[in-house]
């Protein structure tokens, strides 16, 4: 069983940056691929971030190749994401889930979901 519990979300203008973070309980998060994935109003849920369990591997979806990093620390059971040159359009709200698949970067398919945290990106 895994705990995802995000935090970092905040109101930011564009061009600015914010970090949000994953705090996942259980000890056996580190046989977890972690992703970052979003929801805007009105919208599908949408990819963001991947990162393999060793955080080794990483992968993105293309609207924020370049502007986004994700990155985990299994001995502190964390995982971040690390978002720069933030755009209106990255308002949404922002979740971490946990999967067993890996390379895995669907919108669904998850054995386990945090909360979300709020990210708004004000013009």
């Known amino acids: 069983q895994v705990q995802l519990v995000e935090s970092g979300g905040g109101l930011v203008q564009a061009g600015g940056s914010l970090r949000l973070s994953c705090a996942a309980s259980g000890r056996t998060f580190s046989i977890y691929t972690v992703n970052w994935l979003r929801q805007a109003p009105g919208k599908e849920r949408e990819f963001v971030a991947a990162?393999?369990?060793?955080?080794?591997?990483?992968y993105y979806g293309d609207s924020v190749k370049g502007r986004f990093t994700i990155s985990r620390v299994n001995a502190q059971n964390m995982v971040y994401l690390q978002m720069n040159s933030l755009k209106p359009e990255d308002t949404a709200v922002y979740y971490c889930a946990a999967t067993l698949k890996s390379g895995w970067t669907g919108n669904n398919g998850y054995e386990y979901w945090g909360q979300g945290t709020q990210v708004t990106v004000s013009s």
């Open positions: 990162i393999s369990r060793s955080g080794g591997s990483t």
